[in-house]
């Protein structure tokens, strides 16, 4: 283990073994982070407040949503909003399997994760030549596509109607009496995710991801291809948001398309990775734990005064957060440490 | 024979109508080069004005727009400096993500001070709807078709006389270019913006008739605008205006043969579609889907 | 090594390389020159795979790399630099030249020592944490050469390299290219600058017009009217 001040100093983030840095840094993992998840497993074995509890399963959920977007989005450069989709994939083929075959979800987990899977490498294929704001509105359109779909076909979905899953405790198809096991699932999603896009920083696969979001050209021209990253990238986020999927659905046990594959859902995958700071480990997590614990706060205090009012605030700060610190919470971070760290000129560091 | 005549005609008219609500969006599309996801919150603004109007001043929505253009103009200006000139040279993510936080920011403004409830105003002869041989219409969808075909004419000409409209074809095939010409972007993105913002204001108008407007009515005409104008090309008049007629006949066509709900997601299979074999649209300029950004 | 036959583009009606044939040997130090509007990008895009052939073939060692992709050309072997540099922004140096070595190194942990001896070897080692976004076009140029040779091709494809650069470092550059034969390097390079690519090219191609019109050594081709012509117009032509 080597210790690293949040400025970068010589081969030490590059190599065997976990490097350890003090601000966020890409391919490191910084104590920032750790004691960040080590206060939310602190917490998910403190609290027991029901309501409080309930929030923390939402946020770590989330948490692991936007890290499974983010490695499409903010590794690959495929800014999706579109991705309800492959959640709903996830939440409705476990469910669909668990109500009609008896599948259990641990296992149904996996077929809405191989589904998602191939939904979004077929997108990415198919809008292989799109770039900037042409794919993302293609990502839009699948999603709605898809919601439409599953609003329609009734037989399979239930339709408008949505699905419901008995809440019949019962270990082996994921329904929980206490929201405990619950809790342990989403914060081991997370935590997963988390060590996942940390491994994927550093590996030569998630290079080759930043070299493809960077200059394609340039990463074709070193023997990178781009395609293969692209739609890879893509199924993989996909898979790991199915997965979420299920989860959703076995905690909350309803499922029904306008709220599940909505492009507001979507919205919500892309902006917690953004104002968390994109293309970094820590940001969707960062940005999961402010971002939704508040909007529930806001929620709670402010619509009993006027609907919507918290919602007019939420979007102020994304304008203000997204316009001035890009980079989001991570970013703000590691510039905060390298001006504490190196007072006097500082040089430009990569984010 | 008669149900399809009428299909097509209404469907070629409620495509001039969304044509109209496109022609902002494909100008500062085809000129900015970014999304703008607040499009539709545009569009409720000009129709929650044009409500205003009517009901303050009296009259009808289409003398509205003598007011409704000027306000979204302005509009346009502030919303431009503020959430978009500081994100101009920045990843497209930031100005996408930017105009989606306008766009929350603007349905919640709208549903806390006007509340959920629809509004409209009242129909222009009592609501009967014309007959014109064995058709049927409604004199307002037939009127905000012509003042569709009116603006998109009149568009084509500005664009292909004027020095402004010069200005921005050129910047619109190729930005750089345009500075060195001695053009001065930056104003014209904002000229732009705040133009296209106040061709929505009168997109606004025509539609308040044959719409109610509510906080969220923006979220289903943005996508449909984002259709037609993939569908036309960035940045063509002519290419929005024909897109529209399509995505309005695929409408009115698949919501009667197929099914009514269906009926939306034809027109996202429709944009797949253009996006998978013609990304640059009808009308537009070659490679421009492929380029994406200017980087 | 490499070898061109016959190859030809059209862009509409236009044909912006028509009939091109020429080999490299190994070891070599080919230079492509002509007046502007030759083709030698085209040319160069043929061959690195970013565009294909309408005609002919080309083939590097007992591939045929014709309609081959960027990335499949690359991973037999063959680097390119691009006139525009194009840096992975959002990396340090270090990062970008590690990123071409991981084509052979499979790990970050095994391909950054040779990332560090590459940049040495160009002289930007002591930018390697500095972020790429914030180099200065004769550094990037540099960086460029340096991530196209931790691939370690056998054939390296230099596109206008020199465009850019100050007196100095195009000396370097220079340097940095005579050297490379011997570290079994051979090179393919267009250029625009004269005094660099006549010093060091040991064979040039000239092209006018989509078509080559002379072969030889430096001191030959120079003295070539047909050269003379194409860049200077027929009355000097007729002087020579």
Partial sequence: MTLLTGAPADGKGIGKGISLSVAPRRGTVSIVEIVVLAACVVAALAITNRHAVDIMIRTFLWGGLA??????????????????????????TSTILLLGYGVPPWIGLLAGALLAACAGALLTTVCARLRGPFFILSTLAAGEVTRIAALNWRSLTGGSEGLEIPAIPSA????????????????????LLFVLSVAIERSRYGYHLF?????????????????????????????????????????????????????????????ISALGGLGTAGGPVFGALIIVPLSELLRGLLSQSASGLHLVIYGTVVIIVILYFPSGISGALARAWSLLARPAGARKKAV | MDA?????????????????????????FGV?????????????????????IVSLVGGNAYIAALGVMP??????????????????????LIVVFATMGLSIVMQNLALVLMSADLRDVPPLVGGTPLQIGPLYLRLELVLGFLISIAVTLALMVFLKRSYLGKAIRATVQDRDAAMLMGINVPRLFLLTFAGGSALVGLAGCIMLPLYSTFPTVGLNFVLIAYVVVVLGGMGSMEGAFLGGICIGLVQSLSSYYVAPAYGQMFYFLVFLLVMIFRPDGLFGQRGAAMVGINE | MLRLDAVGRQFGALWAVRDVSFTVERGEIVGIIGPNGAGKSTLFNLIAGAITPSRGDIRFLDHVITRAKPYQVARLGVARTFQIPKPFKQLTVRENVMMSALRRYRTPHRADPVAIETMELVGIRHLADASAASLTVGLLKKLELARALATEPSLLLLDEVMAGLTPTEVREMMAAIAALPGRSITVLWVEHVMMAIMNVAQRLVVMHQGQVIARGSPAEVSRDPAVIGAYLGETYAARA
């Avoid at chain 1, 499974?68 to 994939?89: D, P, R, T, V």
């Avoid at chain 1, 893509?234 to 309803?254: D, E, K, P, R, V």
């Avoid at chain 2, 005609?9 to 109209?20: E, R």
Wanted: with cysteine; hydrophobic share 55%; net charge negative.
């Fill in chain 2, 32 to 52: 900015l080069k970014i999304v703008n996801f607040a499009h539709g919150e545009f569009l409720m603004l000009a129709m929650y004005a044009a409500c205003a």
């Fill in chain 1, 67 to 92: 890290l499974a977007w983010n490695i499409a989005g903010g590794y690959a450069g495929l800014i999706s909003f579109g991705h309800a989709a492959f959640f709903g994939i996830g939440a409705y």
């Fill in chain 1, 172 to 191: 082996a198809d994921m329904v929980f009496g206490s929201q405990w096991p619950y809790l342990a699932l989403v914060l081991g999603y997370m935590l």
């Fill in chain 2, 4 to 28: 399809v005549l009428q299909l097509l005609v209404s469907g070629v008219m409620l495509g001039g109508i969304y044509a109209l609500m496109s022609i902002g969006l494909t100008l500062i």
């Fill in chain 2, 71 to 92: 306000l979204l103009f302005a509009f346009g200006v502030v919303a431009y400096l503020v959430t978009v000139r500081p994100a101009i040279d920045k990843p497209h």
């Fill in chain 1, 211 to 271: 070299a493809v979001r960077d200059d394609e050209d340039g990463a074709s021209a070193i023997g990178i291809n781009p395609r293969f990253t692209r739609v890879s990238a893509m199924a993989l986020s996909a898979a790991l948001t199915a997965i979420g999927g299920t989860l959703f659905a076995q905690y909350f046990l309803y499922l029904d398309p306008t709220h599940i594959i909505s492009p507001d859902i979507s919205f919500e995958f892309a902006l």
